[in-house]
């Protein structure tokens, strides 16, 4: 079946410095990728997705690409801020529609 | 923009006690997807909705029941709740049945069973 591992946290890191977040998939076929964004207390928001082998998507300086060689969707970026404090999903869609996700990445942002 | 519309957003019940969490997708969204979020874990699927129809199932247990409306929102019944059913439950839409459309999740509703 499908699976999605994540690179666990928590992660912790200074205003500005860089980000990754690793992400590599388990499928059959050909899934979509997602990262997924979820603050304190509130509910998933979709931060990018891509859905074909080397599509970069990018979304408020995140970045990840689809990458089926090495099956894997890394999140970056080039400089974290504060208010991007919160937990990570990677996600994959398959065949079946569903969502399948990661188990999640703690980032904390300190000024 | 509209956006996925859940309530309650919180809900309290008893051990074995009956709940309906009820899922409004975003407008001409006809696709309907119910997740589970336990405490510090990752959202796992329960079951999906296309056009009314059931269209896939995962882990979702024999004491839950989920239907689609005609007018595409979505309920998802919980009867004997146990203390493990405590977690917050997504609904999310989709405009179209297909492998590269985008999921929009809703805020959630927090269920504590006591």
């Known amino acids: 079946g499908n699976s999605v591992t994540q690179m666990e946290g928590p992660v912790t890191l200074s205003e500005e410095a860089f980000l990754t977040i690793n992400c590599t998939y388990t499928?059959?076929?050909?899934?979509?990728l997602f990262w997924y964004v979820q603050y304190p207390g509130e509910g998933l928001q979709l931060l990018l997705k891509?859905?074909?082998?080397?599509d970069k998507g990018s979304n408020k300086g995140f970045e990840a690409t689809y990458r089926k060689e090495t099956t894997s969707f890394h999140l970056e970026k080039g400089s974290v801020q504060v208010s991007d404090s919160a937990v990570y999903f990677c996600?994959?869609?398959?065949?079946?529609?569903?969502?399948?996700f990661g188990k999640g990445t703690l980032l904390t942002v300190n000024p | 923009a509209a956006g996925v519309i859940q309530s309650p957003r919180h809900l309290i019940k008893e051990k074995r006690e009956t709940a309906t969490l009820k899922c409004y997708p975003i407008?001409?969204?006809?696709?309907v997807y119910w997740y589970q979020q336990g405490p510090g874990q990752d959202p796992q699927f329960l079951i999906s909705?296309?056009?009314?129809?059931?269209?896939d199932k995962g882990s979702i247990p024999d004491r839950f029941s989920a239907q689609q409306f005609s007018d595409y929102h979505s309920e998802l019944n919980m009867s004997s709740l146990e203390l493990g059913d405590s977690a917050l439950y997504f609904c999310?839409?989709?405009?179209?049945f297909g492998r590269g459309e985008t999921q929009y999740f809703g805020p959630g509703t927090r269920l504590l069973v006591l």
């Open positions: 499928a059959t076929g050909y899934p979509s």
């Open positions: 891509a859905t074909k082998a080397d």
């Open positions: 999310a839409s989709s405009p179209q």
């Open positions: 407008p001409r969204h006809d696709t």
């Open positions: 909705f296309y056009e009314k129809m059931q269209s």
């Open positions: 996600a994959l869609r398959g065949s079946n529609y569903k969502l399948t």
